[in-house]
């Protein structure tokens, strides 16, 4: 899959439906269906699924098209940091998930932790907030950023959930097979450096 195709095509989906929630005139609309209709037939060649489904996977918001925020949290014991292993794909992942309405980020990446992991936490710090699409993800039907969390442990105990099969401590040097949607062995990395620089370290961005 082209990342940099699938990236243009999102914005120009974007693009168009901005331009469809603000404009009256008819033929600006026109132009803007149209624009919509080129970036759906290239997503679709890209994800290689009918159209139909792409068009209802993707949201339909009204008015000015934003990016979703995925948060994520990072919780060390020692040298190893929490992973989650997750029932869709089988794979390993931070504790995380879209941020939900009504909480507040630090509040809706506590919420996926203690949810996903059994472990409940407080936020100390935002270690980075990056466009996922420059960091190696497998492409998603979302233009989305990535917030990522530095946890202190609370209490609880782990256990599985609906959403995942298992949870676990791992070093960096030894890192379970991860799910690519959700994060890369890079961003780990960059988990691990950013934690280790303590509380005074700036977060890293985009």
């Known amino acids: 899959m082209n990342s940099e195709l699938w990236r243009t095509a999102q914005r120009l989906l974007a693009l168009a439906r901005s331009g469809l929630a603000y404009s009256l005139a008819p033929y600006d609309r026109e132009r803007y269906e149209e624009i919509e209709q080129t970036a759906l037939r290239l997503l ?82 935002l270690l980075a907030l990056l466009d996922k699409s420059l960091h190696g993800h497998t492409p998603s039907l979302f233009y989305t950023y990535k917030a990522f ?27 379970p097979p991860l799910s690519l949607q959700r994060v890369t062995a890079e961003e780990l990395e960059m988990v691990f450096q950013r934690a280790a620089l303590g509380l005074g370290a700036p977060s890293l961005f985009d």
């Not at 020692?78 to 909480?103: H, N, Q």
């Not at 969390?149 to 791992?170: D, H, I, V, W, Y």
């Open 44 to 125: 679709e060649r890209e994800a290689g699924f009918p159209e139909d489904s792409l068009r209802a996977a993707l949201p339909r918001e009204e008015g000015y098209q934003t990016p979703k925020l995925d948060v994520r949290g990072a919780l060390f014991r020692g040298e190893k940091v929490l992973l989650v292993r997750e029932r869709s794909d089988g794979c390993w992942s931070l504790p995380g998930g879209w941020a939900d309405v009504g909480y507040t980020p630090s509040q809706a990446v506590l919420k996926e932790l203690r949810e996903e992991s059994g472990i409940e936490g407080e936020v100390v710090s």
């Open 149 to 175: 969390f530095l946890c202190k442990e609370l209490g609880g105990e782990l256990r599985p959930s609906s959403e995942t099969q298992e949870a676990g401590f791992f070093s960096l040097q030894n890192l």
